[in-house]
């Protein structure tokens, strides 16, 4: 079935840029997502890119999709401790239906 | 405030007893949907509706219910609860007309505790 998988855990320096990657399985996934989910939160949308795009960038995020290998990468500029979250990469499959990654635990140290 | 109310936040039961995480949203949403979050697996979809009175199976429906009687709630129901459905509940929500670009609204999510 459809899957997405990403790492579990990043650690990075404040005011360094973390990139989280992600792939897919699922090749007619028209939409993707990066959310981000605080401590005692639920989740929150980020960004998405849609399946005909390369590259989105806003403000501090940059999504970047190569579909040919089903891979989606976020990356944070200039990280700060308030981006210590969990990060979840998602994907629309058939109909309506969004699978999500397990989630990265985003360690940012100061 | 656009928003996703569950409750309760927190629960702890014991196993046989029964149990319903409320689920409610203020946005007109025609997409309802209900995931639990386990350490490792990520967020697993246990049923979703696409309207009023539709109702369908997600990745891990065993042992849950749910009911689509009005727009806004979407009850989670758990007729003879298990320690295996301990376990963090999130109640999601989306617009089928606005479509998928705008992803999901959650709730902030119910810790279920089942001793």
């Known amino acids: 079935g459809e899957d997405v998988e990403q790492s579990l855990f990043l650690s990075v320096r404040e005011g360094d840029s973390s990139v989280i990657n992600c792939t897919y399985t699922?090749?007619?996934?028209?939409?993707l997502y990066w959310y981000k989910q605080e401590p005692g939160a639920g989740l929150q949308l980020l960004t998405y890119i849609f399946s005909n795009m390369d590259m989105k960038q806003d403000q501090r995020l940059t999504v970047l999709l190569n579909k040919k290998d089903k891979h989606l990468s976020l990356r944070i500029a200039d990280t700060q401790t308030g981006d210590s979250a969990i990060y979840f990469c998602?994907?629309?499959?058939?109909?309506?239906?969004?699978?999500f990654g397990a989630g990265t635990r985003l360690f940012v140290k100061a | 405030e656009a928003q996703v109310t569950q409750n309760p936040r927190y629960l702890i039961t014991v196993t046989g007893k029964k149990l319903t995480v409320t689920c409610s949203q203020n946005?007109?949403?025609?997409?309802m949907s209900w995931y639990r979050q386990d350490p490792g697996l990520g967020l697993r979809q246990i049923y979703y509706?696409?309207?009023?009175?539709?109702?369908d199976k997600g990745d891990v429906p065993e042992g849950y219910k749910v009911s689509r009687k009005e727009k806004r709630n979407f009850p989670l129901i758990l007729e003879s609860p298990s320690p295996n459905q301990t376990s963090l509940y999130f109640c999601a929500s989306s617009s089928l007309l606005r479509g998928a670009r705008y992803g999901y609204t959650f709730g902030s999510g119910t810790r279920l505790t089942v001793v």
């Open positions: 509706s696409m309207n009023v009175e539709v109702t």
């Open positions: 699922d090749s007619s996934s028209t939409y």
């Open positions: 946005m007109n949403h025609e997409y």
């Open positions: 998602a994907a629309v499959t058939g109909g309506f239906k969004t699978i």
